[in-house]
């Protein structure tokens, strides 16, 4: 008995260790759902140049200004916004570009690479509207990216939908069996990017949210420096909340 035990418990041990190696090593294909996204690249009209990729997109009433950067969910098809974001912001430029790997977005995606793909937008943005502001709207993983941005570029304002407090606090709740702070590389942590921002922020998300906790956004709304303005959509989920009432003119609002 005392043989099976331990033969058991190696076992056990090795099936752990093993899906703690599973989940490390496809951290990037469990975040990132490029692959859901492919366009072909003659239906973009906007391009930037990176030293490594050409990422690829679409620009509305570019000639307008005061140009808002979209970044969008691990799984989302950017270009649906279009007609949505036009009516919203009929004055203002709006640039939706796809992440690397996503839509018609050559390279691979890693939270360094979408990062600095972001700071290198904003600044594309300033030489292109020199002079004038730049608002930023992230949501899911696109708000990950837009904290970053936040914390290494003047962003003017910000508005994160479905926002979450770090990607590796989030993952806690869904794995808490598995040591998820030694096994993410893709860390997004929000909370502490926007520690020192101080401009106007908009949190919307929904008190149905399967995927990333209520928990997680309440804790980024706490832990912000200047009270953002929240609107908790009650019976909206994650992937949703665009289609309830109180979406658009919240955001619509906050912009103006």
């Known amino acids: 008995m ?9 076992a056990l041990a090795l099936l752990y260790a093993g899906a703690c190696w599973f989940l490390h090593a496809r951290q990037r294909q469990m975040i990132y759902y490029g692959w859901t996204t492919t366009v072909d690249a003659a239906r973009t009209d906007f391009a930037l140049k990176r030293p490594d990729a050409t990422l690829r997109g679409w620009a509305l009433n570019p000639q307008a200004g005061r140009p808002i950067l979209y970044f969008g969910g691990n799984a989302e098809r950017i270009e649906h916004n279009r007609e949505v974001f036009a009516r919203l912001f ?4 709006v640039y939706l570009i796809a992440y690397r790997g996503y839509g018609a977005s050559e390279g691979e995606p890693s939270q360094a690479a979408l990062v600095a793909d972001a700071v290198a937008l904003f600044d594309h943005m300033q030489a292109r509207h020199p002079g004038q502001a730049v608002a930023v709207i992230g949501r899911s993983l696109g708000s990950g990216v837009a904290s970053q941005l936040a914390a290494q570029r003047p962003v003017e304002r910000l508005a994160l939908i479905t926002p979450f407090d770090s990607m590796v606090a989030t993952a806690r709740a869904h794995y808490p069996l598995f040591p998820v702070d030694w096994l993410l590389d893709e860390r997004y942590e929000s909370e502490r990017a926007l520690s020192d921002y101080r401009r106007p922020v908009l949190i919307l998300h929904g008190g149905r949210d399967d995927i990333v906790p209520e928990a997680n956004t309440l804790r980024l709304v706490s832990a912000l420096p200047t009270p953002p303005t929240v609107v908790r959509v009650a019976e909206a989920g994650h992937n949703d909340i665009d289609a309830h009432p109180q979406f658009a003119p919240a955001l619509a609002g906050f912009m103006r």
Do not use: E, N
């Open 90 to 93: 009929p004055d203002r430029s």
């Open 2 to 10: 005392r043989t099976f035990l331990v033969v058991l418990a190696i």
